[in-house]
């Protein structure tokens, strides 16, 4: 099977991809609303509720969207690069996180989005400039020591 009819199966199998899936996946961000599905060898996030899944996708394009400056980018066309695409996930959630309750790890995605709108009122109103400082300084993968 070639990869464009496999990607094209994906879409079958997993109609309603989690907009966080990579940190997911790399075990840096938890949620209580995905289940995991397999195809082949890949694993994929699939979310539960359709509303919480639209209220991340936006939270996702707002992340993007401030961060875009920081990450030396012109203009944001989804997806990005993995490694900037991590940054964002990666660093904006843990950034909202920080500014909702002073945590460092985000337990669970739902769980602070729905605190981050009791607390801010709505996704646009989020504090971006400290969340990007949060995407500026995430490194998903720490730096091996020089030997």
């Given at each position: 099977m070639d990869e464009i009819a496999f990607m094209h199966?994906?879409?079958?199998v997993n109609p309603k991809p989690c907009?966080?899936?990579k940190v997911i996946l790399s075990r840096h961000?938890?949620?209580s609303k995905v289940n995991k599905r397999y195809a082949a060898e890949r694993e994929m996030v699939a979310c539960n509720?359709?509303?919480?899944?639209?209220?991340?996708?936006?939270?996702?394009?707002l992340l993007r969207q401030n961060s875009a400056f920081a990450l030396k980018l012109t203009h944001i066309t989804p997806p990005l690069p993995h490694g900037p695409e991590m940054r964002v996930q990666c660093?904006?959630?843990?950034g909202l996180q920080h500014e909702v309750d002073g945590a460092e790890s985000v337990v669970d995605i739902s769980?602070?989005?729905?605190a981050a709108r009791e607390k801010f009122g709505s996704l646009e109103?989020?504090?971006?400039?400290?969340i990007v400082q949060s995407v500026?300084?995430?490194e998903v993968r720490k730096k091996r020591p020089l030997t």
């Open positions: 199966a994906l879409g079958s907009a966080f899936g961000c938890a949620c509720v359709d509303a919480e899944r639209e209220q991340c996708v936006e939270l996702l394009d660093g904006g959630l843990q769980a602070l989005l729905a109103n989020l504090p971006y400039s400290k500026v300084s995430c």
